[in-house]
């Protein structure tokens, strides 16, 4: 089974200002997907950035990084210089690459980021 | 342009009737998913499909079915089983595994019970 946690509920970053949303999980896989996608009001799912279990370097895409520790079980995401349309829900969410879990996407339960002009 | 189309966007149920989200795919995509999302909550999932005229429960299957008789479609029926159907329902897709196995989601379709 696979498990992803968000613990921070809501985030507030002022402009500009990089900010770090947490994410952990739980999985028995061998190798595994980590996923960041951003929910603007609107409702619409935005791919942000992609991690693999075996990828030796952390995962960087524009303004987003992820900060991967695999012997932690984290995979936090970095946004760096925040803006004011990054305010929206992030969600991490998880994957396996084989196996039964390979089609199972679990999600966390977000957190809601709020950049301050 | 590739992608996923839900339809309706919005829809309204009267209680004790079926009603059916429709989801379109044409990325070539393998197996789709159905999530529902509450207000403040993440998403939670429904049923997916790996593969044409297979599909598998999710974590809160009571109350819905699915079908997969077209590899570009996934149409998911809220039946008046379901006791509290008002939320947010996002379709997805993804690719077999490797990089770039992201999924791939339509705008959604917001469900209301009136």
């Known amino acids: 089974a696979q498990k992803i946690t968000q613990t921070q509920p809501g985030m507030f970053v002022q402009e500009k200002e990089a900010v770090t949303l947490d994410c952990t999980y739980d999985t028995s896989d061998p190798s595994y997907g980590l996923f960041w996608y951003k929910q603007p009001s609107s409702g619409e799912m935005i791919f942000l950035i992609y991690q693999g279990s075996y990828d030796q370097q952390n995962a960087t895409e524009g303004r987003y990084s992820l900060n991967f520790q695999k012997a932690r079980k984290s995979a936090n995401l970095v946004i760096s210089a925040s803006q004011l349309g990054d305010s929206a829900m992030y969600f991490c969410?998880?994957?396996?690459?084989?196996?039964?879990?390979?089609?199972?996407?679990?999600f966390g339960k977000g957190t809601k980021l709020s950049v301050i002009p | 342009d590739g992608g996923i189309t839900q339809s309706p966007k919005y829809l309204f149920r009267k209680e004790g009737q079926n009603v059916t989200l429709s989801c379109e795919q044409n990325l070539n995509h393998d197996a789709m998913y159905w999530y529902r999302q509450d207000p403040g909550q993440g998403l939670r999932l429904i049923y997916y499909?790996?593969?044409?005229?297979?599909?598998q429960k999710g974590d809160i299957a009571e109350g819905y079915s699915v079908s997969r008789e077209k590899k570009e479609s996934f149409p998911l029926t809220v039946t008046s089983a379901q006791k509290n159907p008002t939320a947010f329902y996002l379709c997805a897709s993804t690719r077999r595994g490797g990089r770039g196995t992201e999924a791939f989601f339509g705008q959604g379709t917001r469900l209301t019970v009136v």
């Open positions: 499909s790996q593969i044409v005229n297979d599909f």
């Open positions: 969410a998880m994957r396996g690459l084989s196996g039964a879990g390979s089609y199972q996407l679990t």
